[in-house]
């Protein structure tokens, strides 16, 4: 399989999960401002939609968007328990914070990393962020991970978005059990070898 990554942006999900499941894999960094592999590719010509992450499989397919290829991942090593059996009701409950963590927090920063988003927007965007994050912060509580005691897919997703707020200026210290959940996923082993795959731990 080839993960195509951009250092940091939502592809780090996968890649966590990809390490956490403990799959052989070749990450392929997709520049997401040039749009080019190291070679010169045009990465168009891989996604024509020109984001990552972007999953290829040994028979060539390939799967688009971060909940989808996290899901197939879990799949291939079910003595992870990245993912709660498929038809279960767990799997559905997966499948709901997945679904919150794309369009509620994921989508929620897009308009503060774009440049061209007005100031008094970002206010608009920054406010519903936090009415979210503060949210996140409650169901955390007593937890060890989100899905209760076992490490999914779905915390990868939410520890990579949750790194965001630094780059935008987001402050993150109202949030104590958002804050010590995120220090438990980024002791993982799994976690650490994704990062450091990318640079962003040494």
């Not at 968007?65 to 197939?72: D, F, H, L, M, N």
């Not at 994921?106 to 406010?127: C, D, M, Q, R, W």
Request: hydrophobic letters at 40%; glycine letters at 8%; charged letters at 20%.
């Amino acid at each position: 399989m080839k993960l195509y990554y951009s250092p940091g942006a939502c592809s780090l999900s996968p890649h966590i999960a990809l390490h956490e499941a403990g799959l052989a894999f070749e990450p392929v960094l997709a520049s997401t401002k040039s749009h080019k592999l190291q070679d010169g590719t045009d990465y168009y010509g891989i996604n024509p939609l020109g984001y990552v992450p972007l999953l290829e499989l040994a028979d060539g397919s390939r799967l688009r968007e971060g909940p989808a290829i996290v899901q197939y991942i879990a799949d291939q090593a079910p003595d992870k328990h990245l993912a709660p059996a498929a038809g279960t009701m767990e799997r559905y409950r997966l499948q709901e914070w997945l679904t919150f963590i794309g369009t509620e927090l994921h989508k929620g920063f897009s308009p503060l990393f774009a440049p061209n988003t007005p100031a008094e927007y970002k206010v608009i965007a920054t406010e519903k962020l936090h009415s979210r994050l503060k949210w996140m912060d409650a169901q955390l509580e007593g937890k060890t991970w989100l899905m209760g005691d076992t490490f999914t897919v779905a915390d990868g997703y939410l520890f990579t978005v949750t790194n965001w707020p630094a780059f935008v200026g987001l402050d993150l210290s109202a949030y104590t059990h958002l804050l010590a959940y995120r220090a438990r996923v980024a002791a993982r082993p799994g976690v650490q070898a994704a990062m450091k795959a990318e640079g962003l731990l040494k």
